[in-house]
């Protein structure tokens, strides 16, 4: 009985070896559903003005050729107003002289542009008698807020 017993004993001791090395095998990791990509809707950017540059001559693109803030009394002055953006804007020129605390103007003009994209519009100014030596400016407006001043002397 003795030799039952631990044959009994060792066959039990062997399938629980054999048990406990058995590993199970996981369940499969659930795959992540694939997500599409997001949806990016590119807002339109505002149109605004960008810049304004002064000089004596423009090019086919309406940029001045020569940037400049000093003039002759002979010159027509340019201003080159860059945009950037989509719709519809109101651009105007207010161009004035100045002397000691007395302002007076000596010319506004306007445009309406639509754009979609960069554009340059142009505004010029002449005195056919000749520019009366001194400071001046161009106080450019986008849709009536002011979007930049460019100071200037004629000598």
């Avoid at 406990?20 to 505002?46: D, H, L, N, W, Y």
């Avoid at 000089?55 to 860059?82: C, Q």
């Avoid at 142009?122 to 807020?145: L, T």
Wanted: net charge positive.
């Amino acid at each position: 009985m003795k030799v039952f017993y631990a044959s009994f004993l060792a066959l039990l001791l062997a399938l629980n070896i054999a048990a406990c090395g058995k590993k199970e095998t996981p369940p499969p990791a659930a795959q992540p559903v694939a997500q599409p990509p997001a949806q990016t809707v590119a807002q339109p950017v505002v149109l605004g003005v960008t810049s304004v540059n002064l000089g004596n001559a423009i090019g086919a693109d309406k940029r001045v050729t020569a940037a400049s803030t000093s003039f002759a009394k002979s010159d027509t002055i340019y201003a080159a107003v860059e945009t950037q953006g989509s719709g519809n804007i109101t651009l105007k020129a207010k161009w004035t002289y100045h002397k000691g605390d007395k302002i007076a103007v000596v010319n506004e003009n306007s445009q309406t542009i639509a754009a979609s994209g960069p554009a340059v519009s142009e505004f010029h100014v002449s005195m056919p008698s000749g520019w009366p030596a001194g400071d001046y400016q161009v106080e450019v407006f986008a849709n009536d807020k002011s979007a930049g001043v460019s100071k200037f002397t004629v000598k």
